[in-house]
């Protein structure tokens, strides 16, 4: 079986997942939006799970839809089952250190199967995933109804904030297509100078921070802004392509650090842990990731020339 073979299998459990979050979501009578935000997941798991097999035209509409659903403020996460405290405090107690196991297990498989198989990082973290799952179960003695309601609680509790990551991976598809880093160059070159090695690191760096938090991904501005400034402002200036591609990269999470739009960081523990302050993780993460883009400005600096 092919490597594309098994994502596909990984893709369709995602969409399952997301049809039982559909099926909670149409049964909460007590959520005003529950018709839309059933319609959202009900959706977003069809296009996960057969959207292979969909033309282009009718998953754009799809998409379309759920961006007007959202629009029309039809999406709320509405009243989810709470988990008995008292169960699972009892629970934590009998386990103990056990109960970070599975998560063990999920890093170090992943790690394994991504290092010493040719079967990639992203199908090593659905299989380790499976596997962590499993264990989970067992350890905890999980009947596979809580599991069902766990799963569709955890799933809920993101909100619409778990398409977003597609989003901004398309996105940065599009502004590559579209030509942005090279007008970008044309824009920047035409105010700064081309040749200061200081100037050009700090308009890189700043420039992948900026982007990155503006697309919510480090990976999808990393070729749009490496392109229009990191290439005609370092490499060509005699800048180490190895150092300036490696620095530029953990420069962009800097900016991970700093949006809402990087979803999965920001504001996926915002949902799960229950927050009142909806920029409370970004808040304790902005002094590090403005100290961590002055060091890698410093790096860069050095290491590059």
């Known amino acids: 079986m092919s490597v594309n073979n098994i994502l596909e299998i990984f893709y369709i459990l995602m969409g399952i997942i997301m049809i039982f979050a559909s099926i909670e979501s149409f049964r909460d009578k007590e959520n005003s939006a529950r018709i839309g935000t059933g319609l959202f997941w009900l959706i977003l798991g069809l296009i996960f799970s057969i959207g292979k097999y969909l033309p282009n035209v009718v998953i754009g509409l799809l998409i379309v839809f ?4 959202s629009l029309l403020k039809q999406i709320k996460v509405g009243k989810i089952k709470e988990v008995n405290k008292e169960i699972a405090e009892k629970s934590a107690k009998k386990l103990g250190g056990w109960l970070f196991f599975p998560s063990v297990v999920l890093a170090v498989l992943s790690i394994l199967i991504s290092e ?10 659905g299989i380790a995933s499976v ?9 905890s003695k999980t009947d596979a109804k809580t599991t069902y309601h ?28 579209s030509g942005v880093g090279e007008v970008t160059s044309k824009t920047i070159s035409g105010i700064f100078p081309v040749g200061n090695h200081l100037l050009g690191v700090v308009l ?15 990976f999808a501005a ?3 802004i ?35 739009m990087a979803a999965n960081f920001n504001s996926l523990p915002v ?13 304790q993460q902005v002094p590090i990731a403005l100290s961590m883009l002055v060091i890698q400005i410093i790096l860069m600096y050095f290491l590059a020339f």
């Open 66 to 69: 759920i961006g007007i659903l």
């Open 116 to 125: 010493f198989t040719n079967l990639g990082g992203q199908v090593g973290i």
């Open 131 to 139: 596997v962590a799952l499993i264990i989970a179960m067992i350890i």
């Open 150 to 177: 766990d799963s569709e609680r955890m799933v809920r509790s993101v909100g619409t904030a778990g398409i977003l990551p597609q989003l901004l991976a398309t996105l940065g598809v599009i502004f590559t297509a």
């Open 204 to 218: 890189y760096c700043v420039a992948m921070v900026i982007f990155t938090m503006i697309m919510g991904n480090a």
């Open 222 to 224: 990393f070729a749009v």
């Open 226 to 260: 490496t392109a229009g400034i990191g290439v005609p402002f370092i490499v060509a200036q005699g800048g180490n392509p190895a150092v300036v591609a490696a620095l530029g990269m953990t420069t962009g999470y800097c900016g991970t650090l700093m949006t809402p």
């Open 271 to 283: 949902a799960l842990m229950e927050m009142k302050d909806n920029l409370g993780v970004i808040k």
